[in-house]
């Protein structure tokens, strides 16, 4: 039976414990925002060792299991090069370059979707390539594929509880640790699901908000 008294009991412990969640998630996808951007860009280099070091890069951590990228980082890292980081600096940084691979392709179709007079219009205004991008190409690639990165956002955020795999103290462990100590795992694993969801469904609605105002601008 659901225990109320016991539920309001553990519930500050787990509010703590979200915060240090949603911390590794902004700071992970602000990695995974700018990592996203340099890799796309990097696809599109004409030089090709980058080019092709951007795309091994991407098949890489696109192919293989966030589980195992954090393993490496957290375990692996310190035996190759001494560097040790703690469990919430390997959990951010996982994130960031994990979905960065699949940011990068949706800052490629957003990119990819620039009118070719656009581009043309850069060159004979004798443009940089670097305001090209800054003043031409970015401010107008990005706007629309906000909502896509908000719908990543969300699908991180609910992914932050295999950094417990690494001892990170966040939601899922929280509650894990809370269960092995008063043998009641019903309330802290429901208090979970709830605050989970009171936190994703508001954010999908509002990136769906966010998706219809923006096709409305674009006339769509």
Excluded: D
């Excluded at 070091?53 to 589980?67: D, H, I, Q, S, Y």
């Excluded at 103290?169 to 309330?187: D, G, M, P, Q, W």
């Excluded at 208090?191 to 998706?211: K, Q, W, Y």
Aim: hydrophobic fraction near 50%; aromatic fraction near 10%.
């Amino acid at each position: 039976m659901w225990n109320w008294e016991y539920s309001l009991q553990i519930l500050p412990e787990l509010l703590i414990a979200l915060r240090m969640t949603i911390t590794a998630t902004v700071g992970g996808f602000a990695l995974a925002c700018v990592g996203g951007l340099l890799l796309a860009l990097a696809a599109r280099s004409r030089r090709k060792p980058l080019a092709l070091a951007a795309k091994v890069l991407t098949e890489f951590v696109r192919n293989t299991p966030l589980l195992v990228q954090i393993f490496l980082l957290y375990y692996s890292l310190p035996l190759m090069t001494n560097i040790s980081l703690s469990a919430f600096t390997v959990g951010m940084i996982g994130l960031g370059l994990h979905y960065s691979t699949y940011l990068s392709e949706v800052y490629r179709s957003g990119i990819e979707a620039i009118p070719k007079g656009q581009w043309e219009a850069a060159t004979a205004l004798n443009f940089s390539k670097a305001r090209t991008w800054f003043s031409i190409v970015l401010p107008q690639a990005i706007p629309p594929i906000v909502p896509v990165m908000g719908n990543y956002l969300i699908v991180m955020f609910k992914e932050t509880p295999i950094l417990s795999a690494i001892t990170l103290v966040e939601l899922l462990l929280t509650a894990k640790n809370i269960a092995s100590v008063s043998y009641r795992v019903f309330e802290p694993y429901t208090m979970v699901g709830i605050l989970f969801l009171l936190i994703s469904f508001p954010a999908s609605l509002l990136v769906r908000r966010l998706e219809i105002k923006l096709n409305r601008q674009r006339g769509l």
